[in-house]
Structures are given as C-alpha cells and as structure tokens.
C-alpha cells in the first residue's frame, strides 16, 4: 500500500486549507487513483491492483485453506499476518479473538501458539 501524506502534512506543505485537501481526495477518488483507509489515510490505487475487500475475519479462515492447514497445526503469528495483510497487530488480535469464539481457532494463551481448532466451511466463513 502507497500511503498518501496525512491531511495535515499537506496543509503545512502547500499552505491551504484542510477543505482544500480533502477536496484533491475525493477527486482522487472519483478518478479511482486513490482510497480511503482506515485512520482517516488515503491510499493510492495502482491500475490492475486487486483490493480484497473482505473482513478481515474472512481473510483469516481462507488462509487455512490457502496454506493447506490441519486441525492442531499452528496457525501464523498476529505479527506475521499484519505484515501479510497490511494491517496493525491489534487489529488481526481483534480478528483472531472472533476466529477463536467461532471455534475456527483454539487459543494459545499469551505467548503460546494458536492453532487450527476446525476446518471453516463456506457458510461459517461468511457469517463471520
């Protein structure tokens, strides 16, 4: 992800409001160059560049399938899963602490490994 400089980065940098600011954004938008993310950030779009939008809850479960794990296998670190999905540690906790309470993953405790508890099905991965 390209992030845009914060709002007011650009407002000390180029002397204008913040109204004027926000304004390139949503041009930006409509010409689809750019994104809102969360945090009140913006994003740049690359031409070609698929964006999952999916909760994150879902991404999670595919990453079971998509590294072909078993029930007791260990399930990747919050750390490692927000560098692969390009969000902070406290958001994938927040993810995995809704995989555990679906029975999708058992906990590992503070310091301990999380791992596989069941297979998701499509049907449990979408009322996530």
Known sequence: MTALPPVSELMDRFA?????????F???????????????????????E???RRPLEE????????DRLEPGAPFPSASALA????????????ALDKLEAAG????GGQGRVRTVRAMPNREESSSL
């Not at 949503?26 to 070609?48: C, K, Y």
């Not at 999708?104 to 906990?107: D, E, F, G, K, M």
């Open 50 to 52: 698929a964006v999952d």
């Open 83 to 94: 560098t692969r999905f390009g969000v902070s540690r406290p958001t994938v906790t927040k």
């Open 104 to 107: 999708v993953l058992a906990s």
């Open 59 to 66: 991404r999670l479960t595919a990453v079971i399938a998509d």
């Open 16 to 24: 204008v409001s913040r109204g004027v600011v926000l304004r390139a």
């Open 26 to 48: 949503q041009v930006l938008r409509t010409s689809g160059d750019a994104e809102p993310v969360p945090g009140g950030r913006w994003r740049v779009l690359r031409p070609g």
